[in-house]
């Protein structure tokens, strides 16, 4: 089962290289969708969490004082490469890696999914992303509390339906669009409110 996780994400670590090695420095320089993070920044952190290691993480957080910004600032900081060729370099080297922090492996999933998404939809850069990838995502954010990265209080309440995979999650006003749609949605990206639809839209905006 670990080698099926690992084989997704080290097929979405290699897409997107291929992505970023057609993008000039400008492009490097958009805004993504993750919070004030550039695409260099959330590239750098896609090196940083590929690096991490169970007792790496905790040392991490340690110092961060136990606050995840922090931390996640730091490993931009550390991992942001002077060119943006530096930093992809950098992915290239950590892309077959196999570690990751003390949390289900399927994090490692949403890391790929989610920020590969931050990164393309500023760019117009459209992905076809492994159906099995995407659903194993949204599965745990939806079990997953928010002080974890997660969307379990996001979501309460809600009933989740796919209309691209056999897919349904929760109880309550539904809300449908592709797997990938909810995904970033209850991940908090409000792009991606647009694409869904339902009676239970209007709730999953206001809690995003």
Known sequence: MNDDVWSLVHAERAALIEDLTRLDDQQWDQASLC??????????????????????????????????????????????????????????????????PPAPLDTRLVEEVVHGEDIRRPL?????YRPEAV????RLQVRTAASFGGAKERVAGLRLAATDVDLSIGEGPEVRGTALSLLLAVSGRREALDELDGPGVAALRTAA
């Open 135 to 138: 659903v194993r995502s949204l």
């Open 124 to 128: 117009g850069i459209t992905h076809a």
């Open 35 to 100: 919070g004030a993070w550039t695409v260099h920044d959330v590239v750098a952190h896609l090196v940083d969490t590929a690096r991490t290691t169970r007792l790496g993480f905790v040392s991490a957080m340690v110092r961060a004082r136990f606050d995840f910004d922090r931390q996640n600032a730091r490993g931009v900081e550390r991992e942001r490469g002077a060119s943006p060729q530096e930093t992809l370099e950098r992915l290239r080297q950590v892309a077959s890696r196999r570690s990751g």
